[in-house]
C-alpha cells in the first residue's frame, strides 16, 4: 500500500503576515506592563516570541507606531511563541506606514 501524502491545513487568516524583530510594550492590567518582541504582524494580529504568563483569551493593549494603542486577545500559545487577534484591523495606509517605520 503506498503511504499517504501528509495532510496540510489551509491557512484560513485573511491577512498577509510579515517578518519583523521589533520590541515594544504590552500593557497586560492597568496597572502592569511587559517588554515584548514582535517576530511577525498582519492588519489583523502578531506573533510574539517572548515568554508570557498568559492564558487563551486574556487580553493585553499593545503598543504600535502609527497605529497607537490596540487590544488583542491571546489566541494560541506554543513553544514560546504566542499569536495574537487584534480587536480592530488596522487601515493599510497606517499598516505600510507602521511596517515602514518598524523597518527603519
Request: with cysteine; net charge neutral; glycine share 6%.
Amino acid at each position: 500500500m503506498a503511504a499517504l501524502p501528509p495532510q496540510t491545513v489551509p491557512d484560513m487568516r485573511r491577512a498577509t503576515r510579515f517578518s519583523v524583530d521589533f520590541e515594544t510594550v504590552c500593557e497586560i492590567h492597568p496597572d502592569r506592563e511587559i517588554r515584548v518582541r514582535i517576530a511577525n504582524i498582519s492588519a489583523n494580529g502578531m506573533m510574539l516570541t517572548d515568554p508570557i504568563d498568559m492564558e487563551k483569551g486574556d487580553r493585553v493593549t499593545v503598543r504600535l507606531p502609527v497605529a497607537g494603542r490596540i487590544e488583542a486577545y491571546l489566541v494560541w500559545s506554543h513553544q514560546g511563541r504566542h499569536g495574537f487577534k487584534f480587536e480592530r484591523v488596522i487601515r493599510e495606509p497606517d499598516f505600510y506606514a507602521m511596517l515602514d517605520m518598524i523597518n527603519g
